[in-house]
């Protein structure tokens, strides 16, 4: 992972809302872990979407991020918090989906909209099990049926900055 976030920082900007970006970045992150790193999957799990949607999803998931940009549609980090439960949603690799979700949602922050990254495990750590992730899979759970209080909310996001909680793009 350390060798994704240092390849992340020193990389010329471009744009991040590329099929092509999102699996370098999972192959960085990844690939001195898995040979597959950075390859969509190709089988069935017990979460995600079906592997022959994978593509196309995470393309109109790219374009409606752009879109939420392009139009102010969201205030930065609910537009984030989407962005992340779109791509944990979709699952598109076998393994390290949250992991590379939750950086990239970060990436998508920085860059399209010059904000401070999340801070998505306030001091406890998501891989193990505790209060922060089980807080975390509920507010992912909730947001599968299009409630994103809970999401919005852990991301530190306030309901004041915009109450705006439609699907939108």
Not at 17 to 38: I, N, P, Q
Not at 41 to 57: A, H, Q, T, Y
Not at 102 to 109: H, K, Q, V
């Amino acid at each position: 992972i350390q060798t994704g976030l240092l390849w992340l920082g020193r990389r010329r900007r471009s744009d991040i809302l590329t099929d092509d970006f999102l699996r370098e970045l999972h192959r960085r992150l990844f690939g001195d872990v898995w040979s597959w790193a950075g390859t969509y999957r190709l089988r069935e799990k017990n979460i995600g979407i079906d592997p022959r949607m994978i593509g196309v999803s995470i393309r109109n998931l790219l374009g409606d991020a752009a879109y939420w940009v392009e139009h102010a549609t969201y205030q930065p980090l609910e537009a984030a918090a989407r962005f992340h439960h779109r791509l944990v949603q979709i699952h598109p690799f076998a393994n390290g989906n949250g992991r590379h979700a939750r950086i990239s949602a970060d990436t998508y922050l920085a860059e399209c909209f010059g904000h401070d990254p999340i801070d998505w495990e306030n001091g406890a750590d998501l891989a193990n099990n505790n209060e922060r992730r089980d807080a975390y899979i509920a507010a992912l759970r909730a947001a599968d049926g299009h409630d994103y209080d809970l999401l919005l909310a852990f991301v530190g996001h306030s309901n004041d900055d915009d109450n705006n909680n439609d699907d939108g793009g």
